[in-house]
């Protein structure tokens, strides 16, 4: 027998009533303190730290809007972003104002009621900056300590501002800007050490997480997540044991990036056991068996501590234990999913358990004092193993293992995972975890006889162009009904779903449970919704124009509460996936927004403005089937990563089809070849690309738009015929 207790947030200091809370906000004199950090499961008022408590279940117990009148809900004000790309940030609200981060790590304060603007800081990222990024300018939050906030840039940069004003106190460079690392998580902060990690395995580089003093920036630790294969006796005992699970020869050879295991979002922090636990990414490359080869050549070794949760002490950075969810990952698995703390009774016996659904589609349970596995079901159909043993390891199914094989294979779920970035929920009261989840299988096929570029593109040892998708109405249109979305309520103690929500697409918003009963989450549809928590009822939805991908909060001032959420599509899927796939769903596009929401709210957006359709309007394509072969090549390894596969973009980044350069190639040189648009984002690729493999580029773009022009047409005849 399972049974779930409803304990009371493991955080809590002790019960505190709604106008205490009012008064413990973050102001006076000395700001954000540890206690309040420790006690912000009981400031009903405020959301002062990521998650909004250090186990970041993202539950508030507010029920003001609850599920008998969330149909009153309304627009109390909205504002405009002044970026028009990805948005993933969680605010922050103190003391009647919030902060937030939006797309190029710039920063932003308003009055929580009436949506007046306070201030705003731009660190002035270098637009060239975008092409280090594998997922898009985002960035997803602040953290804040005294009367200062703290965010990382795009750029690698850990940047301490006055909460009052937005003046910067001080900037650390927290990476080697050299190579291509980013950040684009929010920082926590535990008793006052600034912890951040960093982004940029597909590229090559080291991953590793450091904490940093919150009075001037100096680092005060730092653990690598992966050996570089130089591990001698004074190595730390960790990465000792890490370096038994590699091929060190091929770690520290010449072809070697850096193994990758970059901690680029989720912290969870238990302050009773005093363990800090990250996620720890993919590895680079991909592919294990350039990463990690046997002596057959084909993938070897666990690789540690890729693709694990770890534990570590946050006062020295101390390691204590690991959980690793995929061993030796070949398929872009990350751990870097959302963590949630929780007390539950399981099997009669109370557990302090961490809960995690990765991107290999089984969900976690994990005791968070040990790192004893106690349990791990699939929350969506995947194919690259039969189970989990009782030992925590996946059953793996050979034929998914193409550093094994050498053989391409349809896998589910692909790189960008059944559960990404967004984060989840957790209500105690239903005992249930709420999963933005979503279907979607990739071909991974390895790549012939690949080497590293460290200066351009992505290094993941996967021909990232198998699985473009002919122009072919049919088969596009069978492919498409295989990619779905998913609200998925999840029992973590019976580890099965007891209800679920199916959208038209995936890449739909992260999530907040609250005590009035309600889930909140938008959708790529262009909606922002309220669920009944216990059963996944729609009961309340907002036209938002915009996709939405980022999580909700919700807070009070004077005692009315509000709900907001940053509006605006973006991110990996936006840009990576086959612009039909999304434009066939709506189209969604770019708006980016603030929103916030209360009772009787009157508040009205402006009129959804049209949308610009640039016809398809190619030159012919005359180039010869070997040129176009090589420009498929190259497109996929370094084009496709931001203008999506087989050139078919979407709404956010240039649609290269309708590119107005295309037909002229002296234009199309000046773009790729030199750079003219590196303040934008588009850097030179001249240290890895040719003139000529360039052209080629263009003489496949070109093939693929003239193909796609006569897909449209053969469209528009059917529909005319229907």
């Known amino acids: 027998m399972k049974k779930l207790i409803w304990a009371a947030p493991v955080l809590a200091l002790g019960a505190l009533g709604l106008a205490s809370c009012e008064e413990m906000a973050g102001g006076g004199e000395g700001g954000i303190t540890s206690a309040m950090l420790l006690g ?22 507010l029920d003001n809007i609850n599920a ?35 797309a190029w790590s710039k920063v ?27 997922c898009d300018v985002v960035n997803r939050g602040l953290a804040a300590w005294g009367n200062d906030l703290f965010l990382g840039t795009l750029d690698g940069r850990l940047v301490s501002l006055d909460r009052d004003t937005g003046k910067v106190n001080w900037e650390v460079v927290t990476v080697d800007q050299d190579m291509a690392y980013s950040i684009t998580g929010a920082p926590r902060i535990i008793d ?9 395995a597909e590229f090559g580089v080291r991953g590793y997480i450091a904490a940093y003093d919150v009075k001037d920036g100096s680092e005060l630790w730092r653990f690598y997540t992966v050996p570089d294969g130089t591990e001698g006796d004074d190595a730390p005992e960790y990465l000792k044991a890490a370096a038994e699970t590699w091929n060190m020869e091929a770690l520290a050879g010449s072809d070697a990036i850096g193994g990758g295991g970059t901690v680029w979002d989720s912290m969870a922090y238990d302050p009773e056991l005093n363990l800090l636990y990250f996620g720890v990414g993919n590895g680079s490359p991909w592919n294990r068996a350039y990463r990690s080869p046997g002596e057959d050549g084909t993938g070897e070794g666990d690789n540690l501590y890729l693709s694990s949760i770890v534990a570590v002490r946050p006062d020295t950075g101390e390691y204590v234990w690991h959980y690793q969810t995929t061993p030796g990952e070949t398929w872009d698995y990350t751990a870097t999913q959302h963590i949630i703390l929780a007390d539950m009774e399981i099997d009669g016996k109370e557990r302090q358990v ?13 005791d968070r004092a040990t790192g004893e596995f106690i349990s791990a079901e699939e929350y969506i159909p995947q194919n690259w193993a039969e189970g989990i043993d009782e030992n925590g390891r996946p059953i793996e199914k050979l034929e998914a293992r193409i550093d094994k094989t050498g053989k391409p294979a349809m896998v589910m779920p692909g790189p960008l995972g059944g559960h990404n970035w967004h984060p989840m929920a957790y209500h105690p009261g239903e005992g249930l975890v709420y999963i933005p989840a979503f279907e979607a299988a990739t071909i991974y096929a390895p790549e012939e006889n690949w080497k590293p570029d460290r200066a351009r593109g992505f290094n993941v040892g996967i021909d990232l162009g198998a699985g473009d998708l002919p122009p072919d109405l049919g088969i596009r249109k069978s492919l498409y009904g295989t990619v779905k979305g998913k609200l998925t309520a999840w029992d973590p103690v019976a580890q099965e779903a007891r209800w679920t ?14 005590g009035g009963g309600l889930v909140f989450q938008g959708n790529s549809s262009s ?45 990996a899927y936006a840009i990576t996936a086959d612009g039909h796939m999304i434009n066939d769903q709506g189209p969604v596009r770019n708006i980016s927004r603030l929103l916030v929401f209360k009772i009787g709210g009157e508040a009205a957006l402006p009129d959804m403005p049209a ?32 203008h999506a596969p087989a050139a078919v973009g979407s709404t956010e980044l240039p649609d290269l089809r309708r590119s107005g350069t295309l037909g002229d190639a002296a234009s199309w040189q000046a773009v790729v070849h030199d750079g003219i648009l590196k303040d934008n984002g588009m850097v030179s690729f001249a240290t890895s690309l040719s003139k000529d493999e360039i052209e080629a580029i263009r003489a496949y773009v070109i093939q693929r738009a003239n193909e796609d022009k006569a897909l449209e047409a053969a469209s528009a005849k059917q529909v005319a015929a229907r």
């Open 108 to 134: 932003k304060a308003f009055d929580a009621t009436t949506g007046e603007p306070l201030w705003d800081y731009d660190p002035e990222v270098p637009g060239e900056t975008g092409v280090k990024v594998c």
């Open 192 to 200: 006052g050490k600034v912890i951040i990690g960093n982004g940029g």
């Open 40 to 61: 912000a499961g009981d400031d009903y008022a405020n959301w002062i730290t990521h998650g909004r408590t250090y186990d970041e279940q993202r539950f508030s117990p």
């Open 354 to 366: 961490l809960m995690q659904a990765p991107k290999n589609g089984f969900f976690y349970v994990i």
């Open 611 to 642: 949308l610009a359709d640039i016809p398809l309007d190619p030159p012919p394509s005359r180039a010869s089937a070997e040129t176009i072969a090589l420009g498929k090549a190259k497109y996929a390894r370094y084009c496709a990563v931001c």
């Open 68 to 102: 008998e009148n969330v149909g009153e809900l309304g627009l109390a004000w909205y504002a405009d972003m002044d970026t028009a790309r990805g948005q993933e940030a969680t605010p922050l609200v103190i003391d009647g104002k919030m902060y937030l981060t939006t």
């Open 501 to 514: 929500v199916e959208f038209p697409g995936p890449w739909n918003g992260g999530l907040l449970a609250t």
């Open 527 to 571: 909606e922002f919704a309220a669920y009944k928590a216990s059963n996944g009822e729609k009961l309340w939805s907002f036209a938002a124009q915009t996709g939405i991908v980022a999580p909700p909060i919700t807070y009070t001032v004077g005692g009315e509460q509000y709900v907001a959420v940053l509006a605006g599509w973006g991110g």
